[in-house]
C-alpha cells in the first residue's frame, strides 16, 4: 500500500524546431548540397537564381589571394566581382 501518490517526472519543455526549409537552404550554400527537386528549399534557391534582386547590394569579401575584389549580394547571395573601374558586376557561375 502506497500512502504518497508517486511523482510524475516532468517533461522537457518543447525545443523550437529549424526551419527545414532554412536548413536545406544552407546546406546548399555551405556544403553544395543540392535540395530535393521540387521542395520549397529548391524553389527558394532557383528564385534566387531569377534576379529578384532589384538592385544588388555587394559587400566585399575578397582576401589577399584573390586577384580581384570580389563580393557577394547581401539581398540575393549571389558572387560578384569588381572591374578595374570600381563597378561591380554578378559573376557567372558554372
Ligand atoms: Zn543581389
Redesign the pocket.
Known amino acids: 500500500m502506497k500512502l504518497w501518490p508517486r511523482r510524475r517526472p516532468a517533461s522537457a519543455p518543447e525545443r523550437p524546431r529549424a526551419n527545414p526549409t532554412h536548413i536545406a537552404v544552407l546546406e546548399h550554400d555551405l556544403l553544395g548540397i543540392k535540395p530535393e527537386p521540387g521542395s520549397p528549399a529548391a524553389l527558394a534557391i532557383a528564385l534566387r537564381k531569377t534576379g529578384s534582386?532589384f538592385e544588388?547590394?555587394p559587400i566585399d569579401t575578397s582576401t589577399m589571394a584573390d586577384p580581384h575584389p570580389t563580393g557577394q549580394?547581401a539581398?540575393?547571395g549571389?558572387l560578384m566581382l569588381q572591374d578595374d573601374e570600381g563597378r561591380w558586376q554578378v559573376a557567372l557561375q558554372p
Open positions: 534582386c544588388h547590394d549580394c539581398r540575393c549571389r
